[in-house]
């Protein structure tokens, strides 16, 4: 997803948020305010966490799996002219880049919860607070 599509997105979760709470034009508020008043977290992180959620999901199939084998797949030949193309692989990448990690340790990351199933504890960016897949978050 590119940063356009990104910021599009956000503007319409934000959008849909304050005609839930019925605040037009001229009673504006801020979007951290709007989004503190709904309770809801912004939409970066929200598409953050279902990455990784998904990651996890992908990590805990059978290494036979189509799935898991497109994660680590890089086709042959050229691409097209132009620059790179934003993949979802190159967003995980990144990502972990921004907290010093690679693709090995990431299987390390799978941690027991508390009923039993395996879990990807997720990338949650700074000043996120709460609760979050059973952990208490700071």
């Not at 693709?103 to 504890?121: D, R, S, V």
Request: with cysteine; charged share 25%.
């Amino acid at each position: 997803m590119t940063d356009q599509d990104q910021s599009k997105l956000s503007t319409f979760h934000t959008k849909c948020l304050g005609r839930i709470l019925r605040i037009f034009w001229p009673n504006t508020i801020n979007n951290e305010e709007l989004l503190r008043k709904c309770n809801q977290l912004d939409m970066a992180t929200i598409l953050t966490r279902r990455r990784w959620k998904w990651l996890g999901h992908v990590i805990r199939k059978d290494s036979r799996s189509h799935t898991k084998t497109a994660l680590h797949w890089t086709p042959d030949g050229k691409r097209k002219r132009g620059g790179p193309k934003t993949t979802w692989r190159r967003t995980v990448e990144a990502e972990l880049k921004e907290i010093n990690q690679t693709w090995g340790p990431l299987k390390g990351w799978l941690k027991i919860a508390t009923n039993g199933e395996p879990l990807l504890l997720p990338y949650i960016p700074a000043g996120i607070t709460g609760n979050y897949f059973g952990m208490s978050l700071g």
